[in-house]
Antibody, heavy 121, light 107 residues
Framework: EVQLVESGGGLIKPGGSLRLSCAAS????????MNWVRQAPGKGLEWVSS????????YYADSVKGRFSISRDNAKNSLYLQMNSLRAEDTAVYYC??????????????WGQGTLVTVSS | DIQMTQSPSSLSASVGDRVTITCRAS??????LAWYQQKPGKVPNLLIY???TLQSGVPSRFSGSASGTDFTLTISSLQPEDVATYYC?????????FGGGTKVEIK
């Protein structure tokens, strides 16, 4: 069974940093692209970032480019999102998702339960 | 960037009705279009990918089609468990933009 478990969310002041993690199990992690998708309270889905299976292709939404950094450790079956210079508008549930391809641009066929990031003073 | 315009933003229909949701891309995206269902308080679930391929385990009353830059999600016979918000997403190139969502309710 595919499982994606996010951690690292919480309350953080504007300008602060946070690192989200996603522990993957139940599939060959190194063979799949991975994504972060977020959802602000009461709002729609927003794609944040994608990384290909071997980390050679990395993509970011303009809203986070230069502030967020996606990475993965295939030996640890883990995905990460380093978030710096956080703003109030980054407040959202952050979902880790599996992409159904290797290259980084694909649909998300499995989703974690999400971790809430709240940016507030 | 390519914009994804989803319509309607909400709809109310009776059980058994045929429901259609549309997503229009501002430029061609071939068939790189996915549809997701998000039930209230739940995690999104992939329904359809490649514009018309049903994800494993998804009921056959759901279907997807494409005509140029217009994409359609159809529920052939609306069921109470289909109450949800539906999103399209393009994935031909970054950014992997989602549509604004369509909230489906039972009349």
């Amino acid at each position: 069974e595919v499982q994606l478990v996010e951690s690292g969310g919480g309350l953080i002041k504007p300008g602060g940093s946070l690192r989200l993690s996603c522990a993957a199990s139940g599939f060959t992690f190194r063979s799949y692209s991975m994504n972060w998708v977020r959802q602000a309270p009461g709002k729609g889905l927003e794609w944040v970032s994608s990384i290909s299976s071997g980390s050679s292709n990395i993509y970011y939404a303009d809203s986070v480019k230069g502030r967020f950094s996606i990475s993965r450790d295939n030996a640890k079956n883990s995905l990460y999102l380093q978030m710096n210079s956080l703003r109030a508008e980054d407040t959202a549930v952050y979902y880790c998702t599996r992409g159904d391809c290797t290259g980084g641009l694909c649909a998300s066929d499995y989703w974690g339960q999400g971790t809430l990031v709240t940016v507030s003073s | 960037d390519i914009q994804m315009t989803q319509s309607p933003s909400s709809l109310s229909a009776s059980v058994g009705d045929r429901v259609t949701i549309t997503c229009r891309a501002s430029q061609g995206i071939s068939n790189y279009l996915a549809w997701y269902q998000q039930k209230p308080g739940k995690v999104p679930n992939l329904l359809i990918y490649a514009a018309s391929t049903l994800q494993s385990g998804v009921p056959s009353r759901f279907s997807g089609s494409a005509s140029g830059t217009d994409f359609t999600l159809t529920i052939s016979s609306l069921q109470p468990e289909d109450v949800a918000t539906y999103y399209c997403q393009k994935y031909n190139s970054d950014p992997l933009t989602f549509g604004g969502g369509t909230k489906v309710e039972i009349k």
